[in-house]
């Protein structure tokens, strides 16, 4: 798929004698006006895998729909791009869900020749594709999937969602640098899935605290915290870290806490899963000083995002998803380099990005290619989840 997308002196009157010789005339010299030679502008070939899943069903699937949608958002920063002088050829291809789909497109000789490949979405379907991709140098977009760059040991793949682990070292850093705490407590379910939290927790605040903080690991059962109280401080914050995801857990652990902070000052600092847990209220969040990172955030208020959005349902005729909106941001941030030059995708610590709904902040990984690290702070304040500045 091909995207095109002088002035006059005034007059001297004669005067009285004497007269005046007559005016000499003096002619400006001509210069001449540099012509800047525009070269022509190369067209960039992207591939696009995503779970369109079309021999599936004819209603389409919640992959299918975060396809179509991840497509037109990308597809409108193409067209952007496009109005400003840069060419590419948009080849899209149905990844479907499953991993035998990344690793039949990685033999598809249009896709291993592109410029650019962004996909597969999955990460079981992306680690067959960068396998099956191991000789071809050409960069390879993890588009959606937080997954760590680990999993997949390419050294030309680009992570775009920050992994757990850079959440966990930026709450780390938060909390040592913003609240300079003695102690931490650490609420843990028992799941080991927590650990990849755990972890990188652990050494950042080992790490930037020089072995001057304390965490305190409690495993707590059906919402028990008595055995806290004697630890627990009157007058100072007592920050409480809690990496779990399990909704029975945090509905008995989370009204525990909150009856504690009716007598101890808490601050809590959760998992970024916590975003979409409708089932724990905002109330009791707020009251718990809730900090939570993400890695997506929009300003509705922004003239950015509005335009957008205007423009976006001139031609979609419905609201952008958040999908939409990624799609948007990744591809005007990967176009872009694309087109000026792809070299810089070897560099791309030097191109950070500001975007509607994602930030760029790019580090280079020991043989696991590019990660963004970039994720912020929210704390709940009137009810709602507000940037930390």
């Not at 502008?41 to 396809?67: C, E, G, M």
């Not at 191991?134 to 992994?163: C, E, F, Q």
Request: charged content about 20%; aromatic content about 10%.
């Amino acid at each position: 798929m091909g995207l095109v997308l002088g002035a006059c002196s005034p007059k001297i009157q004669p005067t009285a004698k004497p007269q005046l010789p007559p005016p000499v005339s003096v002619q400006k010299p001509v210069v001449p006006v540099p012509v800047t030679v525009v070269p022509a502008v190369q067209t960039r070939n992207i591939s696009l895998l995503l779970p369109f899943d079309l021999a599936q069903s004819d209603t389409p699937s919640d992959d299918a729909i975060l396809a179509i949608d991840y497509y037109q958002g990308f597809k409108f920063a193409l067209d952007s791009l496009t109005a400003k002088g840069y060419n590419y050829k948009l080849q899209v291809f149905d990844s479907n869900s499953n991993a035998a789909g990344g690793h039949s497109l990685a033999q598809n000789p249009k896709v291993r020749a592109s410029d650019l490949i962004v996909g597969p979405v999955f990460p079981e379907s992306l680690k067959q594709f960068t396998v099956a991709t191991a000789t071809v140098n050409k960069p390879i977009i993890s588009p959606l999937s937080p997954a760590p760059p680990s999993d997949y040991k390419d050294a030309n793949l680009v992570t775009i969602m920050p992994p757990l682990a850079y959440h966990a070292v930026y709450t780390a850093k938060f909390i040592l640098q913003r609240m300079k705490p003695v102690k931490i407590f650490l609420l843990k379910s028992g799941y080991s899935e927590e650990n990849k939290f755990i972890l990188p927790f652990d050494h950042a605040v080992d790490t930037i605290g020089k072995g001057r903080v304390t965490i305190i690991p409690i495993t707590v059962v059906h919402g028990n915290l008595d055995a806290l109280i004697p630890q627990l401080s009157k007058t100072g914050e007592n920050i409480f870290v809690i990496p779990a995801t399990d909704e029975p857990f945090l509905l008995a652990t989370m009204p525990s806490l909150d009856k504690l902070a009716q007598s101890y000052p808490i601050t809590v600092f959760g998992h970024p899963n916590w975003l979409k847990a409708t089932y724990l209220q905002p109330e009791l969040l707020q009251r718990l000083k809730t900090h939570i990172t993400t890695a997506d955030r929009i300003n509705y208020k922004s003239p950015r995002v509005n335009d957008f959005i205007r423009n976006y349902k001139k031609i979609y005729h419905i609201e952008p998803t958040e999908y939409a909106i990624k799609g948007f941001d990744e591809g005007y941030y990967l176009g872009g380099l694309l087109s000026v030059d792809p070299a810089k995708f070897k560099q791309l610590d030097q191109y950070n990005y500001s975007g509607l709904l994602n930030d760029f902040n790019f580090k280079k990984t020991e043989g696991n290619g590019w990660v963004n690290t970039q994720v912020r702070m929210l704390l709940y304040q009137n009810f709602d989840l507000k940037p930390v500045e």
